[in-house]
């Protein structure tokens, strides 16, 4: 069994380690906030109370011993930078992070990520990947069959709330990030971390976690 740290628990860290956690895969959630790691112990087995930026509290939280870290931490880019630094240092076989601008890509990629994740940025080879694997492409596999994936919007969803669409319920997928239009077309899509209250639009792309059957499944519906 696959050993994933995850560095980060707001909304897109606990949706990850909850979707893991119950897809049989072994999580370590490190977190500065305390009440997080507490909300996390409903989720995972392991919520540990640290600093990412220190390596030796890495180590002593156990990411030493894990397969696969990522670093989920949002707008604190020094922070995403330095614990992506003690990831590599500790010698963890694969490390991903999330990034916020291209300039912090390519940053991360110098660090030593082994592949950084940009959920705002179109490009040819996704949309090269969305035409191949039936409207979804893999944005990274996290863990053995369970993959980070982009899709369009299935029919059963547009204009509900994802209370109402209750797609984790119905398919197991859980819904991470909600990309939207701009209304300049020029501008990209922004990244929207959806709450369950929150309406999605017909037009927008979804970046969902789920096994590769259960994405499958919820694209071959639309």
Not at 24 to 49: D, F, P
Not at 152 to 172: E, F, H, I, M, Y
Request: aromatic share 2%; net charge negative.
């Amino acid at each position: 069994m696959r050993r994933v740290g995850i560095i980060g628990a707001g909304r897109f860290g606990m949706a990850l380690a909850q979707s893991l956690a119950e897809s049989g895969t072994e999580v370590l959630l490190l977190e500065r906030n305390g009440a997080l790691v507490q909300q996390a112990l409903e989720v995972v087995s392991e919520s540990v109370q640290g600093d990412a930026t220190s390596a030796r509290i890495l180590e002593e939280a156990g990411f030493a011993e894990c397969d696969v870290a990522v670093v989920a931490i949002g707008s604190n880019i020094e922070a995403s930078m330095l614990a992506l630094a003690n990831c590599k240092d500790l010698g963890i076989p694969l490390v991903y992070a999330k990034a916020s601008s291209e300039l912090h890509g390519k940053i991360l990629l110098k660090l030593g990520a082994d592949q950084v994740i940009y959920p705002d940025r179109d490009s040819a080879h996704r949309l090269a990947h969305t035409i191949m694997s039936g409207g979804a492409f893999d944005l990274l596999e996290i863990s053995e069959g369970c993959s980070i994936a982009e899709i369009d919007v299935p029919d059963s969803c547009a204009n509900k709330t994802l209370a109402q669409a209750d797609l984790r319920k119905k398919t197991g997928v859980t819904v991470l990030c909600i990309r939207r239009l701009d209304e300049n077309p020029k501008k990209p899509r922004a990244v929207l971390i959806p709450g369950p209250n929150d309406q999605v639009h017909a037009d927008d792309k979804l970046i969902v976690f789920g096994t590769r059957k259960q994405i499958d499944a919820l694209t071959g519906e639309g």
